[in-house]
């Protein structure tokens, strides 16, 4: 049997520029940390998610002249 590859995703350049957006929009959320009057868990948890978010889209193979610099400081 052979395997059959599955297609690269190719986004757009104005779908790249969408991603790139919200990603940044995470690095801002976790640069501005903890908002006032959200407890400690739930912060713990919007970092987690908005990390992970960040990984993800630092893992994808489209990125052009993006800086990606802050997406990977605040992935760290």
């Known amino acids: 049997m052979t395997e ?3 297609p690269v995703e190719q986004p757009t350049a104005e ?3 969408r991603h790139y957006s919200a990603a940044m929009d995470s690095v801002n959320l976790i640069m ?3 908002p006032t009057g959200m407890s ?5 948890d919007c970092l987690s ?7 993800i889209m630092l893992a994808k193979p489209w ?3 993006q800086n990606l610099e ?5 992935a760290a």
């Open 4 to 6: 059959v590859a599955t």
């Open 15 to 17: 779908e790249i520029a």
């Open 32 to 34: 501005d940390g903890k």
């Open 40 to 44: 400690d868990s739930d912060w713990a």
């Open 49 to 55: 998610r908005n990390r992970e978010h960040l990984r």
């Open 63 to 65: 990125w052009t002249t």
């Open 70 to 74: 802050p997406l990977q400081q605040a």
